[in-house]
């Protein structure tokens, strides 16, 4: 009786187990392939049932056959064994072709033992194994009557005897062995030579044209010639392998949608490779979520493509990256959602810009419908110029798609610990299409309050306007028709450079700004970690009278626990403007209710329309105020700011650096726990001046252009300057007839 048997029948793949009364057996769906080498392996547990495998991978099976109540499998060392014969009902089948590599083991193999060892060679040592028969013995088709023992490798030392061979000629005798499928890659970069091997040495290369064309030499390197498929063979003896190559163009290849539903299997139209996922033509194609979702469960994966389209949200339950390098553009139709569990989430449009040799497609993020990224402690780029994004996204020149980097309506960025890194900057083409927004990077049309936290991370922004000309918001960094949903930028990193967001416009016209939060679209730039500072760079290159570095027009918050805030613009007699409210360092009721900041505000010039527009400085730590040219642009008054706010008394006050020229006007009271220091052409007072625990130093002892009879410094009656504690008071003026000090 048929104890086991592992076999071909009717064309399918066939399993039987028994134990002379009972039994259980079942087949393959799929016919196996005629005519060339396959593997196959069975595996019978009494848990999971048969397995059949074909060249390493598990395939369908019918429903079992069986009668196997009390089916007992055991070791029978009296049973015998046959190979190429198949007894039933008195009759002997015998098998048609040719076995190499026959292994019989004592346990149940894994899938994954079987996927690692189905093609190469084991060790004849392993402890598992039962039989081990090679089959390399005898002269291949030659006179091999003498050579009737088939050797067994395996530590049993079972041979078996050959019955009924001929031993001599093509059939029936020793014959050429397996020879194993050519390993290397199924798609073969255009610009790239390749090298494929097989296990095997001594046989011969060629390679047979299709709708592509390439070479290969000797050794099995391929050098690939036009795009499209070829077929590479490899001969030893009588028996060839073959493996067909798809030849893509990495700068051709089409556009890759990712869908919920219903996109193209692998391998058709996309290809996955050493964690890359493509498209294999020019051709358009569509993946399901699902599939991207399945490769990043055992590791990471970039796509790359000619555009990448977003038609479904994505989720990765593993820490592996999940990366997208377009050569031009990133967009959705959709709302976008991306988890990962702690995997980076990294975007690189125009990650070919070093190598296209163009300027006007470029590469940019259009992401209308809103993004959502949580990772977990993983980073979120969303940047371009270079496979590591480690430059800008670029707007190209259609008046329609100028932003570098642009997300409406749902913007949430939560990194959990990682970094996050935002860059895009506009095309260098001139638009001058009004209606249109021309940022490197913009907020839009919110739906809901934006949210851009880092965790314990970092976050850097940065915008880049490049238009000679001007449209609307033509600016480095614009926040605009925000509905008065709040945009807030958050983290609690421990670094001075927690958060830095630069905003700069390259085009001398006067309507580009460097940074520009619009009416309706308030702002609130929290860094919440001990030692976490905040960094605005803003800056123009405008040739006219109005220049603005930094315009705001809606609430804006820069709060810090402790860490320095610093706002700086250019020194292309650049302002900063406000019609609204600007709150620094601490607001009552926040995330950051006091601070002990160091707060530098730097710029040349200053528009507050009026009082209500002054900003709010609200810190314990040092406060300066100063040009960032050598001097002020204008005159300058104290009054423009509404110093220790929030019940909070710097701990010293600078206003202006020593080689100002321009007028400052103290009408205020002023008041510092520490040094307070203000540097002047002429200064006129008319406020107290009280430093508590430090000097007071008013230098009006710069410049040239004090008029004749014109004080050097004035104080007006009745006003008192005082150090409380202890302090030096040093009052350093000049007129047109020379210098006076006290």
Do not use: C
Not at 225 to 231: L, N
Not at 242 to 261: A, C, F
Not at 613 to 642: A, C, R
Request: without cysteine.
């Amino acid at each position: 009786e048929i104890r086991y048997a592992l076999r071909r029948r009717n064309g399918k793949g066939l399993i039987h187990v028994g134990n002379g009364t009972r039994y259980h057996f079942t087949e393959t769906v799929e016919e196996l392939p005629l005519n060339k080498w396959i593997h196959i392996a069975g595996v019978y547990s009494s848990t999971t049932g048969p397995k059949f495998y074909l060249d390493g991978v598990e395939v369908q099976m019918n429903a079992p056959v069986t009668d196997d109540a009390d089916l007992i499998i055991g070791n029978d060392s009296s049973a015998s064994a046959a190979i190429g014969a198949y007894p039933w009902n008195g009759t002997v089948n015998h098998f048609k072709g040719r076995i190499d590599e026959l292994r019989v083991w004592k346990e149940a193999r894994t899938t994954q033992d079987i996927a690692d060892n189905y093609v190469d060679g084991i060790s004849d040592s392993e402890d598992k194994l039962l039989l081990y028969y090679e089959f390399n013995q005898g002269d291949r088709n030659g006179t091999n009557t003498s050579v009737t023992t088939l050797v067994d490798s395996s530590a049993n030392q079972t041979d078996g005897t050959l019955t009924n061979f001929a031993l001599t000629g093509s059939t029936s005798n020793w014959s050429y062995r397996f020879l194993p499928p050519i390993k290397g890659s199924n798609y073969v970069e255009l610009a790239s030579t390749v090298s494929f091997v097989n296990e095997i040495s001594g046989g011969t290369w060629s390679v047979s044209n299709g709708t592509g064309s390439a070479t290969v030499d000797s050794s099995g390197t391929l050098t690939p010639i036009s795009t499209g498929t070829v077929t590479l063979s490899y001969t030893l003896d009588e028996t060839t392998v073959s493996k067909q190559l798809t030849i893509y163009d990495p700068l051709t290849t089409g556009r890759v949608t990712i869908v919920s539903s219903g996109g193209a299997v692998e391998n058709n139209g996309w290809f996955f490779e050493n964690n890359i996922l493509q498209a294999s033509s020019t051709t358009d194609v569509t993946v399901n979520a699902s599939d991207i979702q399945t490769k990043l469960s055992s590791g990471p994966v970039t796509i790359k493509a000619k555009d990448v389209v977003f038609s479904s949200n994505l989720s990765n339950n593993t820490s592996n990256t999940f990366k997208i390098l377009s050569r031009t553009h990133i967009t959705n139709t959709s709302a976008t959602t991306i988890t990962t569990n702690g995997g980076d989430v990294i975007m690189s449009a125009n990650y070919d810009d070093a190598t296209d040799a163009e300027s006007t497609v470029n590469g940019y993020f259009s992401l209308r419908q809103g993004l959502t990224i949580n990772t977990s402690g993983g980073d979120i780029i969303l940047a371009g110029g270079d496979e590591s994004a480690s430059g800008y996204a670029v707007g190209s020149s259609t008046a329609a798609y100028t932003e570098g980097l642009r997300i409406d309506k749902i913007v949430s960025l939560n990194s959990g610990g990682g970094d996050i890194v935002l860059k895009g900057k506009t095309s260098s083409a001139s638009m001058s299409t009004v209606g249109y927004g021309n940022s490197g990077f913009g907020i839009y049309d919110l739906g809901q309050a934006a949210s851009i936290n880092s965790g314990t991370g970092t976050i850097h922004i940065e915008g880049i306007n490049q238009n000679p000309s001007f449209t609307t918001y033509s600016s480095g960094i614009v926040f605009a028709l925000n509905r008065n949903y709040t945009i807030t930028v958050t983290s609690a990193n421990t670094t001075a450079n927690a958060i830095n967001i630069i905003g700069q416009a390259s085009g001398a016209n006067e309507g580009n700004y460097g940074f520009e939060i619009e009416t309706n679209s308030p702002l609130a730039v929290n860094a919440t970690g001990s030692g976490g500072g905040i960094s605005i760079s803003t800056s123009q290159a405008s040739t006219s009278a109005n220049r603005f570095d930094f315009a705001i027009r809606s609430a804006l918050d820069i709060l810090a626990l402790d860490g320095s805030i610093n706002i700086t613009g250019s020194n292309n007699d650049g302002f900063i403007y406000n019609s609204a409210t600007i709150t620094l360092g601490s607001k009552a009721s926040s995330i950051v209710p006091s601070s002990s900041s160091d707060i530098s505000i730097a710029f040349d010039k200053f528009s507050f329309p009026s009082s209500a527009n002054y900003p709010k400085i609200s810190t314990t730590g040092l406060v300066s105020v100063q040009s960032v040219s050598d001097s002020f642009g204008h005159d300058f008054s104290t009054s423009w700011f509404e110093w220790n706010s929030n019940s909070q008394t710097h701990s010293g006050l600078t206003i202006g650096k020593s080689t100002n020229t321009k007028f400052i006007d103290v009408p205020t009271t002023l008041t510092a726990n520490g040094n307070l220091s203000i540097y002047g052409g002429s200064i006129a007072i008319s406020g107290s001046i009280t430093a508590t625990g430090g000097n007071i130093l008013l230098d009006a002892d710069t410049g040239t252009g004090i008029t004749s009879g014109k004080d050097g410094i004035k104080v007006a009656d009745a006003v008192t300057i005082k150090t409380v504690t202890s302090g030096d008071i040093t009052m350093i003026g000049r007129s047109s007839n020379g210098n006076t000090s006290n």
